[in-house]
């Protein structure tokens, strides 16, 4: 009996395209699940891991929304800022309430000086959290590019007011540190 649950597991999975090792056992679901979302796992293991969980397809809308997130991060460490935006649009089609989704996307957005294209995030972000010190930094970096300088310095002073650090958490080394 047990060999035949075995050859079902693995002509399931040659079917889904999983590897076979993979297809054995959901330990190996698991592991990689574990290692896609764990931000001490290296950039390139954690988009493998992702890929791997992204590509059984079994996951839900949600939770594969916060799969394809992570990878997003991954790739965003990495400084493959275009990759890192089209898993954050992804993962919101699947779950537009992904609100970490929502805010990786605005501040990729901002560092691929895309800000037209970030304020309409920037806006969503800051409605359903007005304190997110990040949204604020990234809108105030947008209106200081376009020369709205009192709204820049206002949005800076809201953003120092909440992370008095905010101007050296957002340096590209410390903004890659978020996403590892």
């Known amino acids: 009996m047990r060999s035949y649950r075995g050859a079902w597991v693995l002509t399931i999975g040659m079917i889904l395209g999983i590897p076979q090792s993979f297809a ?3 330990v190996g679901l698991r592991n990689a699940l574990d290692n896609c979302l764990n931000k001490n796992v290296s950039s390139p293991e954690r988009i493998e ?6 590509h059984t397809n079994i996951l ?3 939770y594969r929304a916060r799969v394809i ?17 089209e898993d954050y649009s992804k993962a919101l089609e699947l779950n537009p309430g992904l609100t970490a989704a929502l805010t990786n996307r605005t501040v990729t957005l901002v560092k691929l000086g895309k ?4 304020a309409s995030d920037l806006t969503s972000v800051l409605a359903s959290d007005p304190r997110s010190w990040r949204a604020l930094y990234g809108r105030s970096v947008c209106e200081a590019k376009v020369g709205e300088q009192e709204r820049s310095q206002s949005d800076l002073a809201a953003a120092t007011a909440i992370n008095p650090n905010a101007a ?9 540190r978020w996403y590892q």
């Open 69 to 85: 997130a992570s990878r997003g991060n991954a790739y965003f460490a990495e400084a493959n800022l275009d990759n890192a935006l």
């Open 115 to 118: 800000c037209e294209e970030a």
């Open 49 to 54: 891991a992702c890929n791997n969980v992204i």
């Open 168 to 176: 050296q958490e957002f340096a590209p080394d410390e903004i890659a």
């Open 60 to 62: 839900l809308p949600a």
């Open 24 to 26: 054995f056992s959901s």
